[in-house]
């Protein structure tokens, strides 16, 4: 008896030598299940890259932290109706949080400015960040060179700062920054460190909130505090606490909503929600595709199997069984569908690194995304070419001999 293997590889050979006697048709046939994986392949690398690129971002930001940004615009806007305005976030707000709020583990707060900052031959307006040394305890920024501020950068008063990644590029294209010094509104700052990319912060320069260059131009309705940051011991009572750090400002600030509150898990969840509707909506449409590609594929078998009745009649009567002739032309549609499905795999990928050198978003295909593509395009063919190779198999081989 013939060795499954063997006669696995005498199929498949014999479905080739057939399939290349009409290799224009075979083409056409297969472009259903070509762009049908191809689209599962690019979909899921657009798909898994936001997720990895949100991943990363989160991770900066801190899964377990609550932000709250000042709206001076607010303010404005109700000193125009003319209602009455507060002072916006202040630092006893912060200090009123840390007592009312539990389950906080540390908390820092943030000074942003806008200031004239000068390096050797350069100078340019540029985004200024007051910050502390809780600011790297509840956001993990990655250092490229140097370090960070320490405690006493601020109880000495040093005029040292901490440049973003395009900050530094921006001031000092030609060297490295650290031990550097940039004038920011008249003051020299050494440079003690430059971080590596880290989402909203590239173009920031970090100074010690406690800098007098911080306060001089403070006025109208920006206040002493532009960003407070939370960060919870637990991740599972983020959401509850940032909702009761909401009510207890809105009443502090008489119901003036002139602050905004933002937890990077909730957006995370948010986004992970979008991307999951839009997965299952590119499934969809792949899996029409796919069924568009099967049918094609069942067409084209069944009016081959029409074409070469009397090849099946004289097979038949040369003593071919009808297992043989139904295996043969299955062989011919699997071999259809796995062909497509390779060049949709190779088309995929092409499409995700053009997409993403043209978009400069980022793209990761995972190894088991092209698996489950390549598997689902060799189903279609084991599914749609069954009936045309059972068909096939099912003729009289008398009639087979006598059709013209």
């Not at 890259?49 to 806007?77: C, F, H, M, W």
């Not at 540029?126 to 910050?131: C, E, F, L, N």
Request: hydrophobic letters at 45%; a neutral charge; proline letters at 4%.
């Amino acid at each position: 008896m013939e060795p499954p293997m063997k006669r696995f590889f005498r199929y498949m050979g014999l479905a080739h030598r057939t399939l290349s006697e009409h290799k224009l048709r075979s083409f056409l046939t297969m472009l259903g299940i070509i762009f049908g994986v191809a689209a599962v392949i690019a979909m899921t690398g657009i798909g898994e890259g936001g997720k990895q690129s949100a991943l990363r971002e989160i991770s900066i930001l801190g899964i377990r932290n609550i932000y709250i940004q000042d709206l001076p615009s607010v303010r404005k806007t109700a000193s125009d109706r003319g209602s009455a305005v507060g002072e916006g976030l202040s630092m006893q707000d912060i200090e009123y949080l840390q007592k009312a709020l539990p389950g906080i583990s540390d908390s820092t707060m943030l000074v942003n400015r806008e200031l004239f900052v000068q390096s050797r031959g350069i100078a340019a307006r540029s985004a200024v960040t007051g910050a502390d040394p809780g600011l790297f305890r509840v956001l993990s920024f990655p250092l490229r060179e140097g370090r960070l501020l320490a405690d006493w950068d601020l109880k000495n008063n040093n005029r040292v700062c901490v440049l973003g990644r395009d900050a530094a590029n921006t001031f000092f294209p030609a060297s490295e920054a650290a031990g550097q010094f940039l004038r920011i509104h008249g003051s020299l700052f050494e440079v003690v460190g430059v971080l590596d990319p880290v989402p909203n912060y590239d173009g920031t320069i970090l100074i010690p909130r406690n800098q007098p260059v911080l306060f001089q131009k403070v006025g109208g309705f920006e206040s002493a505090v532009s960003k407070l940051v939370l960060q919870v011991e637990e991740e599972r009572f983020v959401a509850p606490l940032g909702a009761m750090a909401e009510r207890i400002l809105t009443r502090r600030h008489h119901g003036e909503r002139d602050f905004e509150l933002t937890i990077p898990e909730s957006l995370f969840r948010q986004q992970e929600r979008t991307r999951d509707l839009f997965n299952h909506i590119m499934l969809l449409i792949t899996g029409i595709s796919l069924l568009v590609g099967g049918i094609g594929i069942m067409n084209i078998m069944l009016a081959s199997v029409m074409e070469r009745t009397k090849e099946i009649g004289i097979r038949r009567g040369a003593g071919a069984t009808k297992h043989d002739i139904r295996m043969q032309f299955l062989a011919e549609a699997v071999l259809l569908t796995a062909t497509g499905g390779v060049a949709g795999v190779g088309l995929g990928i092409g499409l995700s690194l053009a997409i993403s050198s043209s978009t400069g978003w980022e793209m990761h295909i995972p190894p088991l995304s092209v698996a489950v593509a390549f598997s689902f395009s060799v189903l279609t063919g084991l599914v749609f070419g069954y009936y045309p190779a059972k068909s096939a198999s099912e003729m009289n081989p008398i009639d087979a001999l006598r059709h013209e």
